[in-house]
């Protein structure tokens, strides 16, 4: 995993969900870029989700939250579907 250091001393690097991945509880993840493989389902049903970022190869469910990052749709298998919440980020 490659770590970078953010100007808040926060510490970024890649995330990684190859299976099913529940945010919720007003929670933040944060990190420099996802990696959401063919396999890999991220439900974000609350919280903020900060990540630079999003290579979607996966299913991505948002029913709540605020996703901040950048989707790249990497196939034709990617999913995003936004039921709720919102997205501030581009969609490629």
């Avoid at 926060?10 to 995330?15: I, M, N, T, Y």
């Avoid at 630079?52 to 990497?74: C, H, P, S, V, W």
């Amino acid at each position: 995993m490659k770590t970078l250091l953010a100007p808040t001393n926060q510490h970024l690097g890649e995330f990684e969900v190859d299976g099913s991945f529940a945010q919720s509880d007003n929670s933040e993840v944060v990190a420099d870029f996802l990696d959401l493989t063919g396999t890999g389902t991220y439900s974000l049903t609350n919280g903020t989700l900060y990540v630079g970022t999003q290579f979607l190869n996966g299913t991505f469910n948002q029913n709540g939250g605020l996703n901040r990052g950048a989707i790249d749709m990497e196939s034709t298998s990617s999913d995003y579907e936004l039921f709720d919440g919102a997205l501030q980020g581009n969609v490629t």
